[in-house]
């Protein structure tokens, strides 16, 4: 089992930048394949970036492709989310989720593969 810790959010401009982090308990963080996902007031939580177990293999949403970018440190049994260019419509409640689900090179875009999910922190841009 594994629990996630979000942080990092905040209020920024558009243009600006954010990095989350998402720490992870639990001795077997590197065998899980990481996601982070968002939500809007009113909308589906919708899939931004997902990245491997080790790493290698990285997917991301069309709507953030080449302005965000997922990584991670199995050392310190984190992922981490750095977003640039950010824009209003990327205001929303960030979550990171762990899937046990998959094997290999996978990172899936599905939000049924991930079984765990942190409390999500807040991110606001101001156009």
């Known amino acids: 089992q594994v629990q996630l810790v979000e942080s990092g959010g905040g209020l920024v401009q558009a243009g600006g930048s954010l990095r989350l982090s998402c720490a992870a308990s639990?001795?077997?963080?590197?065998?899980?394949?990481m996601g982070w996902f968002r939500q809007a007031p009113g909308k589906e939580r919708e899939f931004a970036g997902s990245?491997?177990?080790?790493?290698?293999?990285?997917t991301y949403a069309d709507s953030v492709k080449g302005r965000f970018t997922i990584s991670r440190d199995n050392a310190k049994n984190t992922v981490y989310l750095q977003m640039n260019s950010l824009k209003p419509e990327d205001t929303a409640v960030y979550y990171c989720?762990?899937?046990?689900?998959?094997?290999?090179?996978?990172?899936?875009?599905?939000?049924?593969?991930?079984?765990?999910w942190g409390q999500g922190t807040q991110v606001t841009v101001s156009s």
């Open positions: 990245i491997s177990w080790s790493g290698v293999s990285t």
């Open positions: 989720a762990a899937s046990a689900s998959v094997s290999g090179s996978a990172a899936p875009r599905d939000k049924r593969f991930y079984g765990y």
């Open positions: 639990g001795r077997t963080f590197s065998s899980y394949a």
